[in-house]
Every structure is written in structure tokens, then in C-alpha cells.
């Protein structure tokens, strides 16, 4: 059984994933675009988080980049200062530790719905944001720092260099195919169709015997994980995790890739995280009023494509809208 919807995804991701193996001999050791390119596709997994708890869950929230936050905190907090750990076994404790207060936050939030689980989720990201950026001890607005990238033996073989930028660059790709082919199977199982059926007739779901609220929870809990990680990530390239991931522009910028991308497509969070950041930084360098041709640019992005470059792909495939 294939995991791919349509054939328009089929095509993007192998051509994604083949032409992404060969970026950085393709940039020839330039660490600025493969840093860059990292930093896109760290993004990607944050929006692929963020895509398929509004598009396939129907659960809107502006207060995701609370767990991107709170991924990029939970290592810096737990790992030693000056000592390399392993990335596999913190990986582990960043993943169970999000995904508990996820479960916290989930028991609550869910039991609202549209705007004022919209409002709660934001009050809960700002609240979040204002104690790490008023407490001392977790560094305040400067945040936190690391000081010494993991180290990814396994076995005692050790495959990755995280301080090198194409190992890192080698290990979002893989990161970001391991959170496609997971949402893709989550997706496909019985779990994913009773997900679907919740979000398209939650009456008719709750009268067949399925428990909406304990659904939804696993739903969150898997969604705000993965967010974690992408976090997670984000501070081991940059080497720091301050309050600012956890502001609700961020979660805003999140969901307008998504948007632009495709809802609930998975892979057009891919697209519309590449198309986004590929846009800022080409009209950032054309112009100083970047920031009024790139609102405009996307707002007609998202008004002409209905069904996000995604949906557009799969029209030009011929299939349907």
C-alpha cells in the first residue's frame, strides 16, 4: 500500500529528497546556504507539525511555537553545560518530556473549540514566553546556550558530526523524511481515518462510539512532539534558545506556510516553508520595504490558490481540486 495521496506528492517528494541529497555538492562547501537550507527544513517539520493539527485535526491554535520553544529548552535546561552528550538519548528525553505537557496542555485547551481554543492556546504561548523571558535563572530575553553539540555515536560508531554544517544539513533532511513517512502512515492506519472522520462529521463519529476528545488528545500530543523537535533542532544549529521562538508570530508565521502550502496536504508544508523563506530572502535583499511586497505577495498567493501549491500541483497532475 502506498503511503502517497496522489501523484503530484509522489513526484514532489522524490524529487524533493533526490535533489536535497545533492544540495551541498551541489553548494560546494558554501555554509551559508547549507546552513540555510538546514534552517528551511527545520522549519519544514515545525509547519508539518503545525499542518496536520489544523489541516487533518481541524485544531486551530496560535500557541504551537510554545513546544518549539520548550523543545529547544527542555536539552539546554537537562544537558550538561560543557560535556557532549548523545543526541539519540536526548532526543528521547526532549520528545517525552514535550509530549507529557503536551498532554497537560491538551486535557485543557481541548475542551474548548474554534476561537477560544485559538485564545487559549495564544494566552498559554504568551505566558510561556514571559517566563522564560523574565526568569533569571533560564536566562531572560538572552536565553540559554550551547556550548557543546551532541555527539551521535551509536553503538560506539559515530556517523554524524553535528559541528560540521553538512552533517547537520544530512540529519534535517533525514529528520524531515522521518516526519513525512510518520504523519503519512499515521495518516493511512484506522487511527488517521477516525481523525478524518472526526473533522469532517463529529456527530455522526461520536454516534458510531469513537471518543472525540481522546482522539484529538493523541492527535495534540503527537503534533506538539514533533514541534519540540524541530525546536530541538533549531538550537543545536544555532547554538541557543531564547523566548522568542515561543511568540506568537511565530506560530502565525507557521500557519501561513501551511496556508500557502496547502492544508493538510503534509508535504505542501514542505513547499510552503521553502516558498516562504525563498520569497523573504529575495525580496528582503531587492528592497527595504520587503516587508509590504512580501504581505501583498502572499496574500494573492493564498487568495489565488485556494488549495495552496499542493492542491495547485495536483491540479497540473490532473487530478482533482
Not at 149 to 155: A, G
Not at 267 to 290: K, M, N
Not at 296 to 306: D, F, H, R, Y
Request: one cysteine or more; hydrophobic letters at 55%.
Amino acid at each position: 500500500m502506498s503511503i502517497f495521496s496522489n501523484k503530484s506528492e509522489k513526484i514532489f517528494i522524490y524529487l524533493f529528497f533526490a535533489i536535497g541529497l545533492f544540495i551541498p555538492l551541489f553548494l560546494e562547501g558554501n555554509t551559508f546556504f547549507i546552513n540555510k537550507f538546514s534552517t528551511i527544513i527545520i522549519l519544514a517539520i515545525f509547519v508539518m507539525s503545525l499542518d496536520y493539527l489544523v489541516g487533518r485535526t481541524g485544531l486551530i491554535t496560535l500557541g504551537h511555537a510554545m513546544f518549539y520553544g520548550l523543545g529547544g529548552y527542555i536539552f539546554t535546561i537537562l544537558a550538561p553545560e560543557y560535556e557532549a552528550v548523545n543526541f539519540w538519548v536526548y532526543t528521547f528525553y526532549v520528545m517525552l518530556i514535550s509530549g507529557f505537557i503536551a498532554l497537560i496542555v491538551g486535557l485543557i485547551v481541548l475542551r474548548t473549540s474554534g476561537i477560544y481554543m485559538i485564545m487559549i492556546t495564544l494566552a498559554l504561548a504568551q505566558m510561556s514566553f514571559y517566563f522564560f523571558a523574565d526568569s533569571i535563572e533560564y536566562g531572560g530575553q538572552d536565553g540559554l546556550f550551547v556550548y557543546i553539540k551532541p555527539e551521535t555515536s551509536i553503538f560506539g560508531l559515530n556517523f554524524l558530526d553535528l559541528e560540521n554544517e553538512t552533517h547537520f544539513y544530512y540529519l534535517c533532511l533525514l529528520s524531515l523524511f522521518n516526519c513525512f513517512v510518520f504523519f503519512k502512515i499515521i495518516m493511512n492506519s484506522s487511527f488517521g481515518r477516525v481523525i478524518d472522520a472526526l473533522k469532517e462529521n463529529p456527530d455522526r463519529a461520536t454516534a458510531l462510539g469513537y471518543n472525540i476528545f481522546h482522539f484529538r488528545l493523541i492527535a495534540y500530543v503527537l503534533s506538539s512532539s514533533l514541534a519540540a523537535y524541530a525546536g530541538y533542532l533549531f538550537a543545536l544549529q544555532f547554538g541557543f534558545v531564547n523566548p522568542s521562538m515561543m511568540s506568537w508570530d511565530v506560530s502565525a508565521t507557521a500557519l501561513v506556510m501551511a496556508l500557502l502550502g496547502g492544508l493538510g496536504s503534509i508535504y505542501g508544508a514542505i513547499i510552503g516553508s521553502f516558498v516562504y523563506e525563498g520569497l523573504h530572502y529575495f525580496i528582503e535583499h531587492l528592497t527595504e520595504y520587503w516587508m509590504f511586497f512580501m504581505g501583498a505577495l502572499i496574500i494573492a498567493l493564498v487568495l489565488t490558490l485556494k488549495n495552496g501549491m499542493a492542491g495547485f500541483l495536483n491540479t497540473l497532475s490532473g487530478g482533482k481540486r
